[in-house]
């Protein structure tokens, strides 16, 4: 055992970090091809957003579709690039996911559960995108261990 964290020593020694972030990456491309289709949705077939009159914060569906759709492209890319390793897909990541979850909110009242759904998914990627691995040079990761 390792004296410094409890567990066998080789026991995720790479594989933690490796894991969480191809899961996160993964999941991000997942979301990213949903905004996409969203988007694509709302460009063509904005009828489903149909909701009461001044329930829905968007008013233009056809400029949230190209946002969405936009947003959702590159979220994808994003999401190779976590799978690559590249150090600046986990920031970019973060910041996307973090302005998809905002702005999913904006759909809430046409579609709640699809929403919370889309939001929990971008929270669990930036989980996913900031947890250090067991060999991180984090120095946030020891103090919290201690």
Not at 7 to 14: D, I, L, Y
Not at 71 to 88: D, P
């Amino acid at each position: 055992m390792s004296a410094s964290s409890g567990a066998p020593e080789g026991a995720g020694s790479g594989t933690a970090r490796s894991g969480w972030l191809a899961f996160a990456g993964t999941l991000f491309i997942l979301i990213g091809a949903f905004n996409a289709v969203e988007g694509l949705v709302a460009i063509f077939k904005d009828e489903v957003f149909a909701v009461q009159e001044g329930q829905l914060v968007v008013t233009d569906y056809t400029a949230w579709g190209w946002f969405f759709l936009v947003l959702g492209v590159i979220q994808v890319l994003v999401g190779f690039g976590i799978l690559a390793g590249r150090g600046w897909a986990r920031g970019v990541g973060i910041a996307l996911a973090m302005l998809s979850a905002v702005f999913h909110i904006a759909y809430l009242v046409a579609f709640p559960i699809w929403g919370l759904i889309t939001i929990g998914l971008c929270v669990v990627v930036i989980y996913g995108l900031l947890v250090p691995g067991e060999k991180s040079e984090d120095p946030y990761r020891t103090r919290i261990l201690e």
